[in-house]
Structure formats: C-alpha cells, structure tokens
C-alpha cells in the first residue's frame, strides 16, 4: 500500500498555540530538564504565529482553534506561580488555575495521530504519550472531527494501545518509513535512568493501523538525547530526484544508522552535523511544499545541503517557547494527508484567522515568573 506513504506529506498541517502559562515543568527531554523561572508568554506565542506563517508562504495551511482552558490566563500583563503551582495574575491573590493542571507541552502537535484518507473515510491512529500529557488527545479528536466535517469524510480513529508518542516517530522517505522508538537500557545506556518514549510496540501498532507493509519499514532505535525521531532526521522530496533522509547519524543507538542506510536507496542519506543535530534541532526541520522551515540557529552548512537539493529555507527564530523546551519547526506541526481537500474558506484555518490572531496576541501576558520552590517541590515528590 504505497499510497499511504505516497499521501503522508500534505501542505496543511494541524497545530496548536502554546498555553498562556508556558512554563518548563515535566523535564521529559535534555532542553527542558533546565528549570527556567522565567518565561515570555507572548514571545512564545510570536514563535508559533512565525512558523504558521512560514506554512504559508511555502504554500500551505494550518489548522487550530483556540481553548477555552487559556480564558482565565489572558489580559492580565504578568503571571506568577508560587511554590504550590497556583497561578495568579503578579501582585494580585486570585487563583486563576494551578500548573499542574496546565498541558504546557499541548504545542508540539507532531505528536499527534496518523492520519490517512482511504475511501471517503478520514482514518486516523491516536498517539499513547506521557502521563502528564494524555488529556492532549482530546484536542485531536475534537479537530479530526471537524476536518471530518468539512471535508465530508466518513471518521475511523483508534487509539495506540502502547507508548507512541505520535508522527514525531515517523519520517517517510520515498516508499519506506522510518519509524523511531526507545529501547529501555540502550536508549539510556551509561547514564541515569531516562524516560522512555515511543516503543517498538508503539510504532509497529501505528503502522498496522494505517496500512503501512511490513517490507515498506526500517525500525530503528533512538539514543539520548534524541528523544523523538524528528530531532534526528525528516523526510526530504527534493525539487527533483529522489526523496532522501537528512539525517544524524549518532542519534541512533551505535550500529542503527549503519542499518537505516542499507535499507535505503544508495545516496539517499544527506548527514546532519553534530552540533546542528543537537544544539540547534536541525532534524526538527519541516518541508512544507517545495521549501523547508528550520530552526534560526543552524549552520550554513546545513542551509547549503537543503539549497543542494533545490530546496530554498525559511528560519525561523525559536528562542523563547522552544528554545527552553525543547524543539522547532517539525515539533509544533503535524502533516494532514496530502489528499485531504478542504474548502479554502475553512474558518478553522490559519490564513483565514490573523486578525482574530492578532486581536489574541495582545491578550497573552508579557511575562511569567515561577517560584524556585516549585520545581524544588516536584523533585521531592
């Protein structure tokens, strides 16, 4: 079933505004162990409008709608979380809502479903994340249905009985895929103990679910700190030629890369540096139609490898939302099929809503403090 993989890479995208009260608080990956205590909601948020704007201008779209959990969090200038995680408005006693309560990783929306087109049915694999993030699914389901209805589709969706943390884990180069996952003992070897993330179970349920032929997959194993695949490598369809795998070599476990590219057509590996892999999320690169969004502090070297295979490159600046947390361009979108057709009038789009955004941005405070003790709390608990 070719197709399926030949239909993963559409040009709209679903995505999600970061939360008001964006704060650092599972530590679930090596950026956001760092406990910052203080944020810039809005800047975050002018992170986000920056890469929805870059879907556009490559020629595509993005999907989302705002939540009513943000209200209590907006028009108020600064928030402060005290030692317990309460939330106030800085300097008054109201509680507007407690960080624990709060899904401060809900952004990064490429660990959401699988999502295919078959037969007047949109079908769809829900992911299987973190304790701490599992009401995100919630989200989906309530957009997928919507897609569903503006599309006139039929809606399957299932849910991912085992640890998949998503399309984060899925990188499609020409008729194969790459799907990624953790292996407890190797992902972490020699160091104290990590949490583990997608699972071998994971990814092969997601692939079974869509459709995807065994022959047509090239599992592969991930090492620390490469927490999700899309921090490794993507899928690449240059102007012309083949697909290829822009890819990091050490962020598999030792002997997986070796592997990866003897499953692959010869020369369909173009390497990522170490410092772009690790230090500026290089991996975390996402094409969109004929050009590719990356993370603002990448090489030139890497710029030249994108521009050698005839695609242009759009940075953008991520220092705020996912510079503390963990992330970029891929980590904050999630492909729509590419034969999904929605009508260009579509309410929920981003290229219909940027007066509705604007009027949004001036709502989200400027800054946000959190008390040390909080974080000091949650070591102790």
Known sequence: MANILANVYGTTFIVRPPVPATVNK???NYKSEVTHEAYSPRRAFDEWIAICEGIVKFGGDAFFDFEEDDDPFLDHEALHVDASGAIRAEGEQAVLGHLDDVQTGRVFSANGPWVTVEKGSLKAVLPNM??????EVAYYEALLEAIATFADLELDVGVNPHRWEGMADVAVVGDQVVLTHTVEGRYDAGLDEKTMRSSLEGVTYAADFVGVDEDQRIYAELVYPHFHGDTVHFGARPKSGDAKLVHFAGGLV???????ADALPRGCIVPI???????FYAGNSRQV???VLVPDGVTDAFVASLDALGLPVHRVALFELFGKAGGGPACATLYLPKNLTLPKDTPLLFSNRREEIAERRLRIPERLTVDPGYFANRKRG
């Not at 973190?130 to 009401?135: E, I, P």
């Not at 540096?273 to 230090?279: I, K, L, Q, S, T």
């Open 130 to 135: 973190l304790a701490h993030r599992q009401d």
């Open 273 to 279: 540096g170490r410092d772009d892999a690790v230090e």
């Open 26 to 28: 599972a530590g679930a």
């Open 254 to 260: 030792e002997g997986e890369a070796e592997r990866v």
């Open 289 to 291: 139609g004929p050009g």
